[in-house]
């Protein structure tokens, strides 16, 4: 009888670390773009020691797949951030694939290097709003009273000074959400904002679309989602709905 209890459980024990070399492993990891340089706590250095700390066999980064092999330094700086540039040229073993959006009109293109003066574009119509908006004496007025200065002050604080981990672990995604309510309720008293506020939220969700997808089509696979901290947020909101995945939330930076 003792004999056959220790088989069932060795059988438990196996089938349940098959299992989980099985499901997908994720890490979704927010990064804070220029801030690496100055925060102490998370330098461009931890950032690099976190994915190879991990093991990944697949990186997502927040650039367009279109961009995923363009080397032009101009380019790559005028639209994209140093942590993902960083990351794209580092790891040349592992495969990357780029998850950033940059509009419908865009998509299968390369980006123009005024883009993001043109005001014809979906998001150059977003940037004249956004203008508007910060040149409205009764919005900033209502925007002031709001409450949403001080999130962000504590957002900012945050990324100056926080590791990797605690932006996993702490605040900073409540402190996005409540700023997100609030700015939505603020936008919604004229139907023009309103507009700025779809076409962001459009964006953040097309992103996790693409998050999701790259998990979808990498079954059993372990993958680092590299995206601003901004993003991170909502990934966890859409990514925890899916089904075997098993989602990485200790990091280890050094």
């Not at 605690?166 to 023009?192: C, H, Q």
Request: aromatic residues 8%.
């Amino acid at each position: 009888m003792k004999k056959y209890l220790k088989l069932t459980a060795l059988f438990i024990f196996l089938s349940g670390n098959l299992l989980f070399a099985q499901q997908t492993q994720v890490l979704l990891l927010p990064t804070i773009h220029n801030a690496h340089e100055t925060n102490p706590r998370y330098s461009f250095q931890n950032l690099l020691k976190i994915i190879d700390n991990f093991k990944p066999d697949l990186i997502a980064i927040e650039i367009r797949q279109e961009d995923m092999h363009q080397h032009d330094t101009l380019y790559l700086n005028t639209f994209y951030r140093p942590d993902m540039i960083l990351v794209k040229d580092q790891f040349p073993a592992i495969p990357k694939v780029g998850i950033d959006f940059e509009g419908n009109d865009m998509v299968g293109k390369t980006l123009p290097m005024n883009y993001r003066k043109d005001t014809t574009t979906i998001n150059g119509k977003a940037g004249l709003i956004n203008r508007a908006i910060k040149s409205d004496p009764g919005f900033m007025s209502a925007y002031k009273g709001s409450g949403i200065a001080e999130l962000e002050n504590k957002r900012l604080a945050l990324i100056a000074s926080a590791s990797a981990q605690e932006l996993i672990d702490g605040p900073f995604d409540s402190y996005s959400n409540l700023m997100a309510a609030k700015l939505d309720s603020l936008r919604a008293l004229n139907p023009e904002y309103a507009q700025f506020q779809i076409s962001s939220s459009y964006r953040d969700q097309r992103l996790a679309d693409n998050v999701k997808e790259v998990i979808l089509k990498n079954p059993g696979k372990r993958i680092i989602v590299l995206s601003g901290v901004n993003h991170h947020g909502l990934y966890v909101q859409v990514m925890s709905k899916m089904t075997g995945v098993h989602f990485i939330t200790r990091v280890n930076d050094r």
